[in-house]
């Protein structure tokens, strides 16, 4: 696809003359802190986005858990545990490039999400990742996140989706398997059928 380089956006004033002025409660919304209320909506939380930039690489990655797994330290610090993975380590190579984050927090059944931007360190230190023990394992790292801008994101996005209506869901044979995916973008690296056959087994046997 060929894109017109006049059609391009490219100077924040044309941005602003075409979107016009955020509602005023969209800006008085934002927090330089963690209050109680979105500790409730992080305690309530299995899945956060983080979104991470260095060198000109961006990266969005997953992290899941059960509710709660992002602990809120103080009211200007989360933590972050790093969980088993496949090891590629995109986001956590940018950190430690570029401090930068965003993080974005997704509660089932809750059409709003909540966003923090901010900088994070990878810390090993052992009081920390004693504080993640799950089934005797320890994450090698925590994410510490230092918190610079916190605000409830409206439920548009979730809304326009339909997300969490089971009705909705998508019909699995319509979707490519994971191992369907990775023969083909590995050239034939991996088997299909094998993959997905032994992700039944490794990855409930394998999450931390």
Not at 65 to 82: E, S
Not at 88 to 104: A, E, F, H, T, Y
Request: charged share 25%; hydrophobic share 40%; glycine share 6%.
């Amino acid at each position: 696809m060929e894109l017109d380089p006049g059609m391009i956006v490219r100077e924040t004033a044309e941005l602003d003359a075409m979107y016009g002025e955020a509602l005023e409660r969209s800006v008085r919304k934002q927090m330089a802190f963690i209050d109680a209320l979105a500790r409730q909506f992080i305690a309530a939380s299995p899945m956060v986005m983080i979104g991470t930039e260095a060198e000109g690489s961006a990266d969005v990655s997953p992290r899941g858990d059960a509710p709660g797994f992002v602990q809120v330290a103080d009211d200007h610090t989360l933590l972050i545990p790093d969980r088993r993975g496949n090891n590629r380590l995109d986001s956590l190579r940018n950190i430690v490039r570029n401090p930068k984050v965003g993080l974005l927090f997704l509660v089932p059944g809750v059409a709003e999400t909540f966003r923090v931007n901010g900088e994070g360190y990878l810390s090993r230190d052992p009081e920390l990742t004693r504080r993640f023990e799950v089934q005797g394992k320890l994450p090698r790292t925590v994410l510490v996140v230092k918190v610079q801008e916190a605000y409830v994101h409206c439920s548009r996005a979730l809304v326009r989706s339909d997300l969490w209506n089971p009705a909705k869901f998508a019909d699995r044979a319509s979707v490519p398997s994971f191992g369907t995916m990775l023969e083909a973008h590995t050239k034939g690296f991996v088997e299909a059928n094998f993959v997905d056959e032994d992700a039944k087994v490794r990855v409930p046997a394998t999450l931390y």
